[in-house]
Protein backbone atom coordinates (compact mmCIF):
# COMPACT_ATOMS: atom_id res chain seq x y z
CA UNK A 1 0.00 0.00 0.00
CA UNK A 2 1.07 3.32 -0.85
CA UNK A 3 -0.15 6.89 0.81
CA UNK A 4 0.54 9.92 -1.44
CA UNK A 5 -0.39 13.34 -0.41
CA UNK A 6 -0.36 16.38 -2.62
CA UNK A 7 0.46 19.79 -1.90
CA UNK A 8 1.34 23.33 -3.83
CA UNK A 9 -1.27 24.27 -5.40
CA UNK A 10 -3.42 27.21 -5.34
CA UNK A 11 -4.33 31.11 -6.75
CA UNK A 12 -1.78 32.23 -9.49
CA UNK A 13 -2.35 34.80 -12.36
CA UNK A 14 -1.56 33.22 -16.08
CA UNK A 15 1.68 33.38 -16.89
CA UNK A 16 3.07 32.56 -13.35
CA UNK A 17 4.51 29.44 -12.10
CA UNK A 18 3.89 27.16 -9.56
CA UNK A 19 5.23 23.69 -8.28
CA UNK A 20 3.14 20.69 -6.89
CA UNK A 21 4.35 18.11 -4.74
CA UNK A 22 3.54 14.60 -3.91
CA UNK A 23 5.08 13.32 -0.85
CA UNK A 24 4.92 9.30 -1.01
CA UNK A 25 4.69 6.66 2.09
CA UNK A 26 4.02 3.11 2.75
CA UNK A 27 6.24 1.63 0.39
CA UNK A 28 9.89 1.57 -1.25
CA UNK A 29 8.97 4.68 -3.70
CA UNK A 30 11.57 3.69 -6.35
CA UNK A 31 9.42 0.61 -7.20
CA UNK A 32 7.16 3.20 -8.75
CA UNK A 33 6.30 4.77 -11.77
CA UNK A 34 4.71 8.36 -11.13
CA UNK A 35 1.99 10.15 -12.66
CA UNK A 36 0.29 13.57 -12.78
CA UNK A 37 -3.13 14.12 -14.10
CA UNK A 38 -5.92 16.61 -13.72
CA UNK A 39 -9.84 17.03 -13.66
CA UNK A 40 -11.37 20.19 -14.15
CA UNK A 41 -14.60 20.76 -13.01
CA UNK A 42 -17.29 18.86 -15.88
CA UNK A 43 -14.45 17.35 -17.22
CA UNK A 44 -12.65 13.68 -17.64
CA UNK A 45 -9.54 13.40 -15.89
CA UNK A 46 -6.56 14.19 -18.27
CA UNK A 47 -3.21 13.30 -18.09
CA UNK A 48 -0.09 15.89 -17.92
CA UNK A 49 3.43 14.19 -17.27
CA UNK A 50 4.93 10.63 -16.02
CA UNK A 51 8.04 9.50 -15.05
CA UNK A 52 9.71 6.07 -14.39
CA UNK A 53 10.99 5.04 -11.10
CA UNK A 54 14.36 6.33 -11.76
CA UNK A 55 13.79 9.40 -13.51
CA UNK A 56 15.50 8.71 -16.46
CA UNK A 57 12.04 8.56 -18.56
CA UNK A 58 9.44 11.40 -18.97
CA UNK A 59 6.88 11.57 -20.65
CA UNK A 60 3.78 14.63 -21.21
CA UNK A 61 0.87 15.33 -23.38
CA UNK A 62 1.42 17.92 -25.97
CA UNK A 63 -0.88 20.43 -23.94
CA UNK A 64 1.56 20.80 -21.56
CA UNK A 65 4.88 20.22 -23.27
CA UNK A 66 7.24 22.35 -22.19
CA UNK A 67 5.65 24.25 -19.83
CA UNK A 68 5.52 20.87 -17.30
CA UNK A 69 8.31 19.52 -15.97
CA UNK A 70 7.83 15.99 -13.83
CA UNK A 71 10.48 15.14 -11.38
CA UNK A 72 11.36 13.13 -8.98
CA UNK A 73 13.32 12.59 -5.76
CA UNK A 74 13.87 8.75 -4.32
CA UNK A 75 15.41 9.31 -1.49
CA UNK A 76 13.03 11.92 -0.45
CA UNK A 77 10.43 10.06 -1.39
CA UNK A 78 8.58 12.86 -3.63
CA UNK A 79 7.56 13.50 -6.96
CA UNK A 80 7.37 16.98 -8.44
CA UNK A 81 5.21 19.19 -11.27
CA UNK A 82 7.06 21.75 -11.96
CA UNK A 83 4.81 24.11 -13.91
CA UNK A 84 5.59 27.07 -16.21
CA UNK A 85 3.66 29.86 -17.92
CA UNK A 86 0.27 28.90 -16.19
CA UNK A 87 -3.03 29.66 -18.85
CA UNK A 88 -6.88 29.69 -17.43
CA UNK A 89 -7.48 26.33 -18.99
CA UNK A 90 -4.79 24.57 -16.57
CA UNK A 91 -7.19 25.16 -13.64
CA UNK A 92 -8.11 22.15 -11.91
CA UNK A 93 -7.67 19.46 -9.29
CA UNK A 94 -3.94 18.11 -10.10
CA UNK A 95 -3.79 14.37 -8.53
CA UNK A 96 -0.41 12.35 -8.05
CA UNK A 97 -0.66 8.36 -9.24
CA UNK A 98 1.62 5.33 -8.57
CA UNK A 99 1.75 2.43 -10.66
CA UNK A 100 3.55 -0.46 -9.05
CA UNK A 101 6.43 -1.07 -11.85
CA UNK A 102 10.04 -0.34 -13.08
CA UNK A 103 9.03 -1.16 -16.47
CA UNK A 104 7.96 1.44 -18.31
CA UNK A 105 5.75 4.58 -17.17
CA UNK A 106 1.48 4.73 -17.67
CA UNK A 107 -0.56 7.70 -18.97
CA UNK A 108 -3.57 6.39 -18.60
CA UNK A 109 -5.83 6.95 -15.18
CA UNK A 110 -7.12 3.19 -15.63
CA UNK A 111 -3.72 1.80 -15.04
CA UNK A 112 -3.00 3.14 -12.07
CA UNK A 113 -2.68 1.89 -8.61
CA UNK A 114 -2.82 4.05 -5.99
CA UNK A 115 -3.74 8.08 -5.78
CA UNK A 116 -3.73 11.00 -3.86
CA UNK A 117 -6.62 13.08 -3.13
CA UNK A 118 -5.54 16.01 -5.60
CA UNK A 119 -4.36 19.75 -4.77
CA UNK A 120 -6.66 22.80 -6.78
CA UNK A 121 -4.75 25.08 -9.03
CA UNK A 122 -6.56 27.72 -10.00
CA UNK A 123 -5.23 30.05 -13.17
CA UNK A 124 -7.00 33.45 -13.47
CA UNK A 125 -6.38 35.65 -16.70
Known amino acids: QVQLVESGGGLVQAGGSLRLSCAASGRTFSNYAMSWFRQAPGKEREFVGA????????YYPDSVKGRFTISRNNAKNTVYLQMDSLKPEDTAVYYCAAKDTILTIYTQPGSMDYWGKGTLVTVSS
Open 51 to 58: INWSGGST
